[in-house]
């Protein structure tokens, strides 16, 4: 197959029982020689993350405050894994010197960066210890400029060549060095963005993305009771699903690997067997024609609907119209338009205290007939690459939404068909997405 790089989530590295997981799932297949952890996690809800812990320390060094207490809560989380796995690393020296850095680092003004990454530093040497890999240090291949930009060209450079030198390693996630050499964090979460750039760096075949869940969910969990993992999607439809609120891997952390066209594997380390979600390439051939991907939504958007007799004949109308809304500096989401009707989507945040001035200005600069807006709104987004010439998909949409008595107050789909959006009331929300959930998805 391959080379694959692992990159495994707090919950996944919490403690030594899930570190065992780890363990297996890496010896389970050969291609796994690039592993990148994050620091240990949550092991129950009331726990605290390592992370957290050392941003803590920080901040307590910083205002001249004994981080004794805190820092001892990290070492003996760290020294207890390193027993439960029966290693023979000896911790003591790496914690020695990483306490004494927090302080430096604090005292001489430095950020919160160097704490907050060692989580991912003393989790990467005990997982390099305990699969018997090389540990290559974040620092060493993964470069930021002096303004603290990641710098991807040189890191791609500084990574190929690097762990070309290392039939497995490990590289310890969330982190690189400035050129200076200090340590410089990506943002919360991101080992992710860590995983796709070992992936890029080595031309892996599949970049695994190990955490605590089978894969990204059809809807959200919230709305919709246990809804399936995606089996596979695309790049681009997940871009479409994450722009309307639906939780993903963050789109930084896709980049590398988009770019080289690495597809992304979602596994879940307490159940190794499940498949996941595969996110391939959008040019991959389309599987489950006819079938939908996922559902997203947000709340919260207002339609701005302007009627105007003859509009259709009136060049620059269009032009006019989302000239206001760029003077005020808005954004908008969508023109649904009829022969003498236009209607712009704008999310109510964009417009917060800036509606009247704007309205104003559009009776000025375009004279409509009628003027008026429909607050209250919710765009719903149902995606897939299999509606795409596939007849039915949207009278499918519309007879649930019917069905479950909710109104359709806007409609709009992309060229691209693999969209289809709909504007229902802000109360409606809820039900509708189940409605369009259940029609697509048989229990
Ligand atoms: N440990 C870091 C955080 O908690 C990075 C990560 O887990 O991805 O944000």
């Given at each position: 197959m ?35 952890p994050?620091?240990p996690?949550k ?17 307590h060094a ?15 989380r ?22 004494e ?10 950020g ?13 040497l ?7 890999y ?5 620092a060493?291949i ?11 060209e ?7 060549r690097?762990?070309a030198?290392h ?22 979460g ?15 075949a ?9 894969g990204?969910l ?10 399936l ?5 695309t ?11 639906a ?10 690997v ?5 597809p ?5 380390t307490n159940e190794p067997?499940h ?10 051939p389309?599987?489950h024609?006819?079938?939908i ?14 009627e ?6 009136e060049?620059?109308f269009?032009?006019?119209?989302l ?17 003498d ?6 999310a ?5 205290g800036?509606?009247?001035?704007v309205l ?11 003027l008026?807006?429909y ?8 995606v897939?690459?299999g ?6 998909i949207a009278a ?8 479950a ?6 409609i ?8 289809i ?17 259940a ?5």
């Amino acid at each position: 197959m391959g080379i694959k790089v692992a990159k495994f989530g707090g919950t996944s590295l919490a403690e030594a029982a899930q570190i065992r997981k780890v363990q297996a799932i890496v010896q389970s297949d050969a291609e796994r020689r690039y592993v990148v952890p994050s620091a240990p996690g949550k092991r129950h809800a009331q726990d605290k993350k390592i992370t957290d812990l050392l941003y803590l320390c920080h901040a307590h060094a910083q205002q001249a405050i004994s981080f004794d207490q805190v820092f001892q809560i990290i070492a003996d989380r760290y020294r207890q894994i390193v027993a439960d796995l029966a290693l023979k690393l000896d911790l003591s020296p790496h914690l020695m010197l990483v306490k004494e850095r927090i302080a430096a680092t604090a005292r001489e003004g430095g950020g919160p960066d160097y704490a907050a990454s060692r989580g991912e530093y003393l989790n990467g040497l005990i997982i390099a210890e305990l699969l018997g890999y090389d540990f290559v240090d974040a620092a060493d291949i993964i470069v930021f400029d002096a303004h603290g930009r990641f710098d991807s060209e040189a890191t791609q450079a500084l990574t190929s060549r690097r762990l070309a030198q290392h039939q497995r390693a490990v590289v310890p996630g969330f982190y690189g060095a400035k050129v200076d050499g200090s340590i410089k964090t990506f943002s919360r979460g991101g080992s992710d963005i860590s995983g796709a750039i070992v992936a890029r760096g080595v031309a892996a075949a599949v970049y695994e993305n190990w955490t605590d869940v089978n894969g990204l969910l059809m809807a959200d969990p919230r709305i919709v009771p246990d809804p399936l993992p995606m089996e596979v999607v695309t790049y681009r439809e997940l871009r479409e699903l994450a722009y309307m609120g639906a939780t993903v891997l963050h789109d930084e952390a896709i980049f590398p690997v988009r770019k080289a066209g690495i597809p992304v594997n979602i596994r879940n380390t307490n159940e190794p067997a499940h498949p996941g979600t595969m996110i391939v390439r959008d040019a991959d051939p389309v599987t489950h024609l006819g079938s939908i991907t996922g559902i997203a939504g947000r709340k919260e958007f207002s339609v701005i609907a302007i009627e105007k007799a003859m509009m259709n004949a009136e060049v620059g109308f269009g032009r006019r119209l989302l000239g206001v809304l760029e003077d005020h500096g808005i954004s908008y989401e969508h023109t649904p338009s009829g022969i003498d009707t236009m209607s712009v989507v704008v999310a109510d945040s964009q417009i917060d205290g800036k509606l009247e001035k704007v309205l104003a200005d559009i009776r000025v600069v375009c004279e409509p007939d009628t003027l008026e807006v429909y607050p209250h709104m919710a765009l719903i987004a149902t995606v897939g690459r299999g509606m795409a010439h596939t007849p039915g998909i949207a009278a499918r949409v519309f007879a649930a939404l019917a069905e479950a008595r909710v109104n359709i107050r806007m409609i709009d789909q992309g060229s691209s068909e693999i969209n289809i959006i709909v504007g229902v009331q802000n109360g409606d929300f809820d039900v509708a997405v189940r409605a369009i959930y259940a029609a697509f998805v048989k229990k």
